[in-house]
């Protein structure tokens, strides 16, 4: 079965950070971009980056960059979303999201979704 | 990147045809057929309707389909069901000075 599996919700205390993780079955892991999306409570989504999980090679949204590392171990077909130095506005939902072209080449669509993770960010 | 921008809300009677409209500029959806629409019911993960502006995948009902002018993508819905209620989100490719993607701030569908 073609899915991605995320861990658990997770509540963390300002200035801390957080490690979501994305497993994938069913399709060749290293065969597809791993973008991370997240949606705040009421709001809209927002896109956050990438990962190549064939070489690792990542590519952050300019409001993420120093602030999140996404990582992957193909041993496992997981990928991997920290975000540190957290803030209450980063309360959200955050997706894994697969894209929907086969190789080297970024389609820029998600066609599998994993079932997201609610991080929450509060003293 | 700037968000797109999409109308907050948008209705229509069943077996009604709707229109959602998603503005960019020249550097994302003006430039690229990289523009893809998702659907997202409450409380459940987004789900892709339409890809590279006008594509369809397998198993999303001929009823959704996708355009592009200039720098406006639309989405629209025919024959309008109950089912069809949900948010939905268009997002594009915002071009190789980001590498990155960028949607639109929604659209609440309502079927009256």
């Known amino acids: 079965q073609v899915q991605l599996v995320q861990s658990g919700a997770e509540v963390k205390k300002p200035g801390a950070s957080v490690k979501v993780s994305c497993k994938a079955s069913g399709y060749t892991f290293t065969g597809y971009y791993m973008h991370w999306v997240r949606q705040a409570p009421g709001q809209g989504l927002e896109w956050m980056g990438r990962i190549n999980p064939n070489s690792g090679g990542t590519n952050y949204a300019q409001k993420f960059q120093g602030r999140v590392t996404m990582t992957r171990d193909t041993s496992i077909s997981t990928a991997y979303m920290e975000l540190s130095r957290l803030r209450s506005d980063d309360t959200a939902v955050y997706y894994c999201?697969?894209?929907?072209?086969?190789?080297?080449?970024?389609?820029?669509?998600?066609?599998?979704w994993g079932r997201g993770t609610l991080v929450t960010v509060s003293s | 990147q700037s968000a797109l921008t999409q109308p907050a809300s948008v209705s229509g009677s069943p077996g009604q045809s709707i229109t959602i409209s998603c503005t960019g500029t020249?550097?994302?959806?003006?430039?690229?057929?990289?523009v893809s629409w998702y659907q997202q019911h409450p409380g459940k993960a987004p789900k892709l309707m339409i890809y590279e502006v006008s594509k369809r995948p397998s198993g999303v009902s001929n009823r959704f389909s996708g355009s592009k002018s200039g720098n406006t993508a639309s989405l629209t819905i025919s024959g309008l069901q109950a089912e069809d209620e949900a948010d939905y989100y268009c997002?594009?490719?915002?071009?190789?000075?980001?590498?990155?993607?960028?949607f639109g701030g929604g659209t609440k569908l309502t079927v009256l």
């Open positions: 997002c594009s490719y915002a071009g190789s000075s980001t590498f990155g993607g960028v």
């Open positions: 020249s550097s994302d959806v003006g430039s690229y057929n990289l």
């Open positions: 999201a697969r894209d929907g072209v086969y190789g080297d080449y970024v389609g820029w669509y998600f066609d599998l």
